[in-house]
């Protein structure tokens, strides 16, 4: 990866924003260079809609290598922390066709 113009100056301390150039993007460093965001048709987040304790318990994601894990944290049927959501992780299959069902039963029809 190299460094380009659109990189902005290269940091003096480690305080300096490391790729000031690409602003939100910044976090991709030089490889960032002429990224945009990627729209993959999926079921809308919807915050409004409590998910089950039963449910978050039973939801598992799986990484690139093919390791699969759950939530960490939930108590009571309550995420306590959201830091097991954190990562390249996405739903497996079975996970995310649980989910789809319960929301799209949720779903008011027009």
Request: net charge neutral; proline share 6%; charged share 25%.
């Amino acid at each position: 990866m190299e460094r380009r113009d659109c990189c902005g100056t290269a940091p003096a301390t480690w305080q300096d924003p490391a790729f000031p150039g690409h602003d939100d993007w910044s976090m991709l460093g030089a490889g960032g260079c002429g990224a945009a965001a990627v729209h993959v048709e999926a079921t809308p987040v919807r915050f409004e809609m409590p998910i089950p304790g039963d449910l978050l318990t039973r939801l598992t994601w799986r990484n690139r290598r093919g390791r699969t894990r759950g939530l960490k944290y939930v108590v009571d049927g309550r995420l306590e922390r959201a830091v097991s959501l954190q990562g390249f992780y996405r739903l497996t299959s079975e996970s995310a066709n649980e989910l789809a069902e319960f929301v799209g039963n949720d779903i008011p029809s027009s």
